[in-house]
Structure formats: C-alpha cells, structure tokens
C-alpha cells in the first residue's frame, strides 16, 4: 500500500475520534491532556456523561459514514482495507481516551452536573435539537457570506476577473489585424 494513502487513512480516523460530539460543536487548537489516573467515581461519571450524550452510537453512524465517503474517494485501495478498517475502530476505546480530557477540564461536581442537564427534559431536547440548530446557523453563515461575497464582486467590477473568466480569456483564439 502507498505511504500516502495509510497517511490519509489514519488522518481520517484521528479525525472521526476528534469530532465524537454529537451537538456538532466547533472544537478549540488545544494541546492534548496528558493521561493521568483518574479517580474511579469520577471516571465512572464522565462515562455516564458521554453515554447520555448518544455519542457512542453517533461516533459508530458517522465512523462508518465517512469510511464509505473515503472508500468512494479512494477506490484504488480494497475492499478488504475498508473492512478491516471499520472493524478496528472501536468507538468505546475512544472514549476512553476522552475521559482523562474530562478529568483535566471539568471538576467531579461539573461532570455531575453535566449528566443531570443531560438526563434533564432540557439536557435531552439539546442533544436533539442542538445539531438542527447547528445545521441551521451554517447555513445562515453561508448564506450571509454568499451575500456579502456577491456584493463584493459587484461592487469591484472588472477589478476581479474570475478564474472562469481568466480561462475563457487564455482559450480566446486572439482575431489578427
């Protein structure tokens, strides 16, 4: 197998751990928590947290969506790559991961708190509507950013020329005199 492929593969699997989060939140340029005992009760509150959260089964629907995405933008390599892929990502080891990160950034009475909002009629409708939401603002941005971009060029006028434009201008057979 190409170097570059493996290289793509285990970018793509650090990517699908890092984006567990079912509310589809924007995650921040941290360093990494450094791994480190976590007291049990603790631990054992953040896992319920994570659990309440649905993110265990999010993590294994998008895992697998983004391996058929990867698979359909990497035909060359086989079928049996794929298979084995899906089949050595575990998504409960990856949580694992995640509760010592909970550790560093969240007292035991947060955590605790976090699980009573989550198992809330409040905490439940977020984990439901929060990625709709979401959804929704993108598409403001972009909308609003569409908007603002199309202004621009008008505004600018010939002052951009597009690279359709550029293309169509290099293709143009130049007339003699």
């Not at 909970?102 to 439940?124: N, V, W």
């Not at 434009?165 to 143009?172: G, H, L, Q, R, S």
């Amino acid at each position: 197998m190409k170097r570059n492929h493996l290289g793509a593969a285990l970018l793509l699997i650090s990517l699908l751990c890092a984006a567990w989060n079912p509310t589809s939140l924007r995650a921040q340029d941290t360093a990494p928590a450094k791994p480190a005992a976590v007291d049990p009760e603790k631990a054992a509150l953040i896992r319920q947290v994570i659990d309440a959260t649905g993110a265990p089964a999010a993590a294994t629907e998008n895992i697998a969506a983004a391996i058929e995405k990867a698979r359909a933008e990497s035909p060359e390599l086989p079928e049996v790559f794929w298979q084995r892929l899906l089949g050595k990502i575990d998504p409960k080891e990856i949580f694992e991961l995640i509760v010592p990160i909970y550790d560093a950034h969240y007292t035991k009475a947060e955590i605790q708190a976090l699980l009573e909002f989550y198992r809330s009629p409040a905490g439940k409708k977020f984990l439901v509507e929060m990625p709709k939401a979401n959804a929704e603002i993108d598409a403001a941005f972009e909308s609003i950013a569409t908007k603002i971009g199309l202004s621009l060029l008008e505004e600018l006028g010939d002052q951009i020329v597009l690279p359709e434009e550029a293309k169509e201008t290099e293709e143009a057979p130049v007339p003699k005199p």
